[in-house]
């Protein structure tokens, strides 16, 4: 078994120090079933390093001896206990083979407020509905990658730091300021006092999404229905990416990247 400093040896399954990382595809891992503990998982080096950076407290490392490697310089400034186990036994502790070999787990901080993401915030992103953990992990590692400040979740969003939305985000979720906007979806109102321009992306809207001067809030529905018509007409346009013949609607972390995108490019 590989060793190095301050790294701990688990070869039993069943060593309870490994806990927090035991059966990680069950539902009792959410914050939202009863006996759910919340915690924060990360997965791959990646992510596992983005969450060491991030405001989510750290509880511990859990990996194989390949992938610690990748994180020794991290692993040494870190106060927590770090685990080294082999895949097979790994396996058994999280209920499937992780190709990643390394994850890390955190506690939950306090949330947001909503001055906490308005501060300074020039890009937003709103969502209502986004209830696809995969969506909604896309949609972060969109708005991190074109600049959104913040994401605010309006009313049927799924958890952000549910562990495949944190996977697919690639961690940015871990980074990027989010918290809820309500009362839904009257809390819109705050952005447009604030100085938004809050832009309503809806496939049915005649206006085509347009560079903005200025500072501006995406608002982005779930897949399928899209938008609510009360979020829609509480929102100052309805605007559309305009596509080729034949083609209805786009993926909402697709529709997003573009909507990012040009809004990133434009403002000032």
């Known amino acids: 078994m590989w060793e190095h400093a301050g790294v701990i040896d688990v070869r039993d399954p069943a060593d309870p120090r490994v806990d927090d ?3 990680l595809t069950t539902a009792d891992r959410r914050p939202d079933r009863p006996g759910g503990k919340g915690l924060v998982i990360a997965e791959g080096a ?4 983005r969450m060491f950076a991030s405001r989510f407290p750290l509880r511990a490392v859990l990996g194989v001896p390949g992938r610690l490697e990748e994180l020794i310089p991290d692993l040494a400034k870190l106060a927590v206990p ?4 082999s895949a097979e036994v790994m396996a058994e502790v999280v209920g499937f083979h992780l190709n990643r070999g390394v994850l890390a787990v955190a506690d939950r901080s306090p949330a947001l ?11 937003l992103a709103v969502l209502e509905g986004v209830g696809d953990h995969e969506n909604l992990g896309a949609l972060f590692r969109n708005a991190a990658a074109f600049g959104v400040d913040g994401v605010l979740l309006g009313a049927g969003c799924s958890d952000p730091l549910y562990r495949r939305s944190v996977r697919v985000s690639m961690g940015h979720v871990l980074r990027v300021p989010f918290t809820s ?4 979806p009257g809390g819109l109102k705050l952005l447009r006092d604030r100085g938004f321009r809050v832009l309503a992306m809806t496939p049915s809207a005649t206006e ?4 903005v001067d200025g500072k501006a809030a995406v608002l982005l529905g779930s897949e399928g ?3 609510t018509e009360e979020a829609i007409a509480a929102a100052d346009a309805a605007v559309r990416v305009p596509m080729a013949g034949g083609v209805d609607s786009l993926n909402v972390a697709t529709a997003g990247a573009v909507a990012f995108y040009a809004l ?4 000032g």
Not at 82 to 85: D, E, G, I, N
Not at 181 to 184: D, F, H, Q, R
């Open 181 to 184: 906007l309500s009362p839904w």
């Open 21 to 23: 990382f035991r059966a």
């Open 113 to 123: 407020s909503i001055e906490d993401v308005l501060a300074g915030a020039r890009r």
């Open 46 to 49: 990646i992510v596992v390093r």
């Open 225 to 227: 229905p899209g938008l």
């Open 208 to 211: 085509a999404l347009a560079p």
């Open 264 to 267: 990133g490019s434009f403002l």
């Open 82 to 85: 770090v685990y080294s186990t």
